[in-house]
Nanobody, 119 residues
Framework: QVQLVESGGGLVQPGGSLRLSCAAS????????MGWYRQAPGKQRELVAT???????NYADAVKGRFTISGDNAKKTISLQMNSLKPEDTAVYYC?????????????WGPGTQVTVSS
């Protein structure tokens, strides 16, 4: 089993920055991809950014050039540096981790951390 804990959310003004962090614990050895998703009120959960521990990153178009994901393969931790934040970035941000299991993939979610961008 894998547990994920996020930290770093909060209230920030438009144009400001926040840094989110996520730490995995438990059976973390085989985790090969981690990432961030977000869900705004009344909307579906959407991908923000992912990182594979082979080094590949992937970003949603809405955050490219503003957000940067980084990770530590040994510790299975990731961070999301969010700059130039906009009110539309307001959402609950969820950490996600995936590991292979036979022919399938097991997915884990953190409890989420609120990010509010408002003046």
């Amino acid at each position: 089993q894998v547990q994920l804990v996020e930290s770093g959310g909060g209230l920030v003004q438009p144009g400001g920055s926040l840094r989110l962090s996520c730490a995995a614990s438990g059976s973390i050895f085989s985790i090969n991809v981690m990432g961030w998703y977000r869900q705004a009120p009344g909307k579906q959960r959407e991908l923000v950014a992912t990182i594979s521990f082979g080094g590949k990153t992937n970003y949603a178009d809405a955050v490219k050039g503003r957000f940067t994901i980084s990770g530590d393969n040994a510790k299975k931790t990731i961070s999301l540096q969010m700059n130039s934040l906009k009110p539309e970035d307001t959402a609950v941000y969820y950490c996600n981790a995936k590991r292979p299991s036979g022919w399938s993939t097991v997915t884990y979610w953190g409890p989420g951390t609120q990010v509010t961008v408002s003046s």
